[in-house]
């Protein structure tokens, strides 16, 4: 097995990971609020980087105590971006499904490029061709036949703008300092601004945390420590334009997972939106996919829907 397949495997796997915690953060909001359940799950997160840290930190930047303190700086900024797209995130699931959760949050993967217009960074038709077919695709999975948005659905749309400034921001400080250790700072920082919400506006009781471990816990270490560790391992031998497609499949397994675990059902018109979602994902990512892989991925959630 080459370098490069064994990345596109881990970047899938990956996926995989978040794909299904969308179905954990469903699940985690059945015991505690939107603040407390992040709180706790960035928390986690940010201590999970730790060991990550000490493996893979040694010979990368920031070992001294400027380069330190800009992890600090960049950290609270990434941080705090991170926290709105997250609320947005996880309020949102209170009022849509996981599925539709999952294609939204996704479209990132399209809003990226169109961002970085403004920032000067060139584009090319396939972004405006993936971002069209989205569109459409979007109308179909989350507007109704009065022309409106469910208000689950329109948060997870904000907070996907949120998550691909995030993105961009993260790639610029990524360049300054020890990646490892900016994405344990802005987990740190995300988590700490949750636990003074949640303070605030929310009940936390020690007997729901327990009831809610398993979500959190796969919140917290699989989609945050176990997953991140996984892309930075695996991005090192990938093509960018074979990571963003895999990286895509994370809505797919979001709507498997809403639908094995959740028994969530999407209609026709849902699926359908889906499917143009993602193809639209993948166009914008260029020439370098494969229909057939398209095709495969959107007839099995078809048939998914089918056979319940």
Same mark, same amino acid.
């Given at each position: 097995? %080459? *370098?490069?397949?064994?990345?596109?495997?881990?970047?899938l796997?990956? +996926?995989?990971?978040?794909?299904?915690?969308?179905v954990?953060?469903?699940?985690?909001?059945?015991?505690?609020?939107?603040?407390?359940?992040?709180? @706790?799950?960035f928390?986690?997160?940010?201590?999970?980087?730790?060991?990550?840290?000490?493996?893979?930190?040694?010979s990368d930047?920031?070992?001294n105590?400027?380069d330190?303190?800009q992890?600090i700086?960049?950290?609270?900024? +990434?941080g705090?971006i991170?926290?709105?797209?997250?609320t947005?995130?996880?309020?949102?699931?209170?009022?849509?499904? +996981?599925? *539709?959760?999952?294609? @939204? $949050? $996704?479209l990132?993967?399209v809003l990226v490029?169109?961002?970085?217009?403004?920032?000067?960074?060139? $584009?090319?038709?396939?972004i405006w061709?993936?971002a069209?077919?989205a569109?459409i695709?979007?109308y179909?999975?989350?507007?109704?036949?009065?022309? %409106?948005?469910?208000?689950?659905d329109?948060?997870?749309?904000?907070?996907a703008?949120?998550w691909?400034i995030?993105i961009?921001? /993260?790639?610029?400080?990524t360049?300054? =300092?020890?990646?490892?250790k900016l994405?344990?700072?802005?987990f740190? $920082?995300?988590?700490?601004?949750?636990? @003074? =919400?949640?303070? /605030?506006?929310?009940?936390?009781?020690?007997t729901?945390?327990l009831?809610? +471990? =398993?979500? /959190?816990?796969?919140?917290?270490?699989?989609s945050?420590?176990?997953?991140?560790?996984?892309?930075?391992?695996?991005?090192?031998?990938a093509k960018?334009?074979?990571?963003?497609i895999?990286?895509?499949?994370?809505?797919?397994f979001?709507? /498997?997972?809403?639908r094995l675990?959740l028994?969530?059902r999407?209609?026709?018109?849902?699926?359908?939106?889906?499917?143009?979602m993602f193809?639209?994902?993948?166009?914008?990512?260029?020439?370098n996919?494969?229909f057939?892989?398209i095709?495969a991925s959107?007839?099995? %959630?078809a048939?998914?829907?089918?056979?319940?």
């Amino acid at each position: 097995m %080459t *370098k490069e397949l064994r990345s596109s495997l881990l970047l899938l796997v990956t +996926a995989m990971i978040w794909g299904f915690a969308f179905v954990a953060q469903r699940v985690g909001m059945d015991y505690l609020e939107a603040f407390s359940y992040n709180a @706790i799950r960035f928390a986690l997160g940010s201590i999970s980087l730790i060991p990550v840290i000490k493996y893979f930190g040694s010979s990368d930047k920031g070992e001294n105590s400027k380069d330190n303190k800009q992890v600090i700086k960049y950290g609270i900024i +990434a941080g705090s971006i991170l926290f709105i797209a997250a609320t947005l995130q996880q309020i949102g699931l209170i009022y849509t499904t +996981a599925a *539709k959760a999952g294609f @939204i $949050t $996704t479209l990132y993967i399209v809003l990226v490029p169109i961002i970085g217009l403004f920032l000067k960074q060139k $584009t090319n038709i396939h972004i405006w061709l993936g971002a069209i077919i989205a569109t459409i695709g979007l109308y179909f999975l989350s507007i109704d036949e009065n022309l %409106t948005i469910q208000f689950g659905d329109l948060l997870q749309l904000i907070g996907a703008v949120f998550w691909a400034i995030h993105i961009i921001v /993260i790639g610029h400080f990524t360049r300054r =300092v020890n990646s490892l250790k900016l994405s344990a700072m802005q987990f740190a $920082t995300c988590s700490v601004l949750s636990f @003074i =919400v949640a303070f /605030i506006w929310e009940d936390i009781q020690l007997t729901n945390i327990l009831k809610a +471990a =398993v979500p /959190i816990l796969y919140g917290g270490i699989m989609s945050v420590g176990i997953a991140y560790s996984l892309q930075a391992v695996a991005q090192r031998h990938a093509k960018a334009s074979h990571a963003a497609i895999a990286m895509s499949m994370e809505s797919v397994f979001a709507a /498997i997972g809403g639908r094995l675990i959740l028994g969530e059902r999407l209609p026709a018109r849902g699926i359908l939106g889906c499917g143009l979602m993602f193809l639209g994902m993948l166009i914008s990512q260029g020439e370098n996919f494969n229909f057939k892989s398209i095709r495969a991925s959107l007839s099995s %959630t078809a048939n998914l829907e089918e056979r319940s």
